[in-house]
């Protein structure tokens, strides 16, 4: 559900889900992400709104609590 998701985004952008390092916490989801463009990764900064509304979509619409985390490749 999340892939699919993170696939919405357009600018050309690529989501990898680590998906060795997804773990529950409690009540929420420890999820790690490698976003590259064109093959480079990309800073933090610009994937930060990105990851916010996706999370905020999850609450909202699935009562799950999903904290995507940048990671590098």
Excluded: C
Excluded at 22 to 32: F, L
Excluded at 55 to 69: G, P
């Amino acid at each position: 559900m999340i892939d699919t998701r993170l696939q919405k985004v357009n600018g050309g952008l690529s989501f990898e889900i680590i998906q060795d390092g997804v773990r529950e916490e409690s009540e929420w989801w420890y999820v790690p992400v490698v976003a590259t463009r064109n093959g480079k990764d990309i800073p933090r900064e610009v994937t930060i709104n990105i990851y916010a509304n996706i999370e905020t979509e999850f609450e909202d619409e699935h009562h799950v609590t999903v904290l995507f985390v940048p990671a590098v490749a």
